[in-house]
């Protein structure tokens, strides 16, 4: 991961020297009109900017960039015109479109040493997480990575040494780095991330941010009863993991515990997976990178807040030695779960790890997981299901579409929940038909999560893996979501418990 160096400067455009000077346009109802923050560079052209943006394709649509000489009055390379849409409701421009069109023209940047952008007079955040986000690059496997990303950017503000700007400018730009975090660990083959080397990556990056780190091995996991993550990982030559990290924030008022899925390579098991798109499965354990990098945030961030994070860790394999349809597992705490599909295996590794946090007694549990491929159906590729205790679930989904990662609330209806009832254990992990395949697997979930713990359980199945071209900030592989969405509700609990 390559971060661009980021700085705030108050330079009058005109006197500003870079190799590319970003502006945003908008989609108006009677054509294209500038954004906020170009005054100045619209002078550099007589006033007529908009008029030879147009006379150049430019309609000011969402993603779109346009590149033209910046002329002599500015000491700018070139200029990059990058759309933010059309205005929002209330007819302005939305911190969404922001960070959009800042990644948008990020990525258009690439090759470039040195950038200045507009798009922080209009919200500096968002410019800020849009650069680090649509400037990433993962080229680890590469023999010629391409053009490096934009090495340097500058944001346009009022006040360069105004304590607000640089409070933003650094919580932006750390919010953006956890998400690529993630992204790099989603991005890495299964033949380099598996349990094992997955728990070590995560311990070493854990300790050297401060945080407390435990990893329990396979021998742990038997001696102490995660049926659940032993039972998924019986398949593989390649042994299971918990990994456990906690923050202590100073003055911390509430506990909150963060779970998320980390099944290195999902073949399916027994019940293996058509093989179109299997190498998809590589990204099976995204609530687990999204997890983990939000930890390391919360450190760098110091949230005043008590957060451990439980993160199981597994391979789901075919072999002699996997866990087959019909066996009954014994989930750590206890329950039986009687196995009907060995592809519905998620869940089972996390209602291990949900009911060891459990223990701890937290006020507010975050799971996160690439759960069905019914989230998909229902919502699509890049609306994350957020299901659980119902006026949590609504605070977590409104955080998230605010961010821009557009979660969306779902009911948990009971008359689902005797559908997972089992003629042998206590319930069976799956319902045996196809009905709302994502509502019952946070039913299932939530069988496991202790009485008064106000819980929320996001499904990113679709929006954690981008397998079509780039947009905006978000790059084709590994996306994430939904980093933002637990940093936006750790700040919010933080603030208002």
Request: charged residues 25%; glycine residues 12%; without cysteine.
């Given at each position: 991961m390559t971060t661009p160096k980021l700085a705030l400067t108050d330079t009058a455009v005109a006197k500003l020297t870079a190799d590319a000077l970003v502006v945003g346009t908008v989609q108006g109802t009677d054509g294209l009109r500038l954004a906020p923050g170009t005054d100045q560079v619209a002078a550099a052209y007589g006033g007529d900017l908009a008029k030879v943006l147009v006379s150049l394709g430019a309609t000011g649509k969402a993603d779109e960039v346009v590149k033209l000489p910046a002329g002599d009055k500015l000491r700018a390379g070139i200029l990059v015109a990058v759309g933010l849409g059309k205005p929002a409701a209330n007819g302005g421009v939305s911190g969404e479109a922001v960070r959009r069109a800042s990644g948008a023209a990020a990525r258009a940047l690439g090759g470039v040493e040195h950038a200045a952008t507009a798009l922080s007079a209009v919200d500096l955040s968002a410019a800020v997480q849009g650069t680090v986000m649509g400037a990433y690059a993962?080229?680890?496997?590469?023999?010629?990575?391409?053009?490096?990303?934009?090495?340097?950017?500058?944001?346009?503000?009022?006040?360069?040494?105004?304590?607000?700007?640089?409070?933003?400018?650094?919580?932006?730009?750390?919010?953006?780095?956890?998400?690529?975090?993630?992204?790099?660990f989603i991005n890495t083959p299964p033949n380099d991330l598996f349990p094992a080397s997955f728990a070590e990556r995560a311990a070493e990056l854990g300790r050297a941010a401060g945080l407390e780190v435990e990893v329990l091995d396979d021998n742990a996991l038997r001696k102490q009863g995660f049926g659940g993550i032993l039972g998924v990982g019986a398949g593989s030559a390649r042994p299971p993991r918990l990994v456990r990290l906690r923050h202590k924030g100073p003055k911390a008022a509430k506990k909150v515990a963060l779970i998320g899925k980390g099944i290195t390579f999902d073949t399916g098991g027994i019940s293996l997976k058509p093989a179109a798109s299997m190498e998809e499965m590589t990204s099976d354990m995204s609530g687990a990178a999204a997890v983990i990098a939000t930890m390391l945030l919360a450190a760098r961030l110091n949230y005043p807040l008590d957060i451990t994070a439980t993160v199981p860790m597994a391979e789901n394999m075919p072999s002699g030695t996997a866990y087959r349809p019909g066996d009954v597992l014994t989930m750590y705490g206890g329950k039986t779960v009687e196995v009907l599909n060995t592809d519905a295996e998620g869940r089972l590794i996390l209602v291990d790890a949900i009911t060891r946090a459990c223990e701890d007694e937290p006020d507010y549990l975050i799971e996160?997981?690439?759960?069905?491929?019914?989230?998909?159906?229902?919502?699509?590729?890049?609306?994350?299901?957020?299901?659980?205790?119902?006026?949590?679930?609504?605070?977590?989904?409104?955080?998230?579409?605010?961010?821009?990662?557009?979660?969306?609330?779902?009911?948990?209806?009971?008359?689902?929940?005797?559908?997972?009832?089992?003629?042998?254990?206590?319930?069976?992990?799956?319902?045996?038909?196809?009905?709302?395949?994502m509502l019952a697997a946070g039913i299932f979930i939530e069988e496991f999560v202790a009485d008064g713990v106000q819980w929320t359980h996001l499904d990113i199945a679709g929006p954690s893996y981008n397998t079509s071209a780039p947009w905006g900030y978000t790059p084709k592989g590994g996306t994430g979501v939904p980093v933002r969405t637990i940093a936006a509700v750790l700040a919010d609990i933080a603030d208002r418990g």
């Open positions: 993962y080229t680890e496997y590469k023999s010629q990575s391409g053009d490096a990303p934009v090495s340097k950017v500058d944001f346009l503000v009022g006040d360069a040494k105004a304590d607000a700007n640089a409070h933003a400018l650094k919580g932006a730009a750390a919010i953006g780095e956890a998400v690529n975090t993630a992204r790099d996160t997981s690439t759960l069905t491929g019914a989230q998909v159906v229902a919502l699509g590729k890049r609306t994350p299901g957020v299901m659980g205790s119902e006026d949590f679930r609504d605070r977590v989904a409104r955080l998230s579409q605010a961010v821009g990662e557009g979660g969306w609330p779902m009911p948990l209806p009971e008359e689902l929940r005797g559908d997972l009832d089992s003629k042998l254990a206590d319930l069976a992990n799956i319902t045996g038909h196809r009905w709302g395949g």
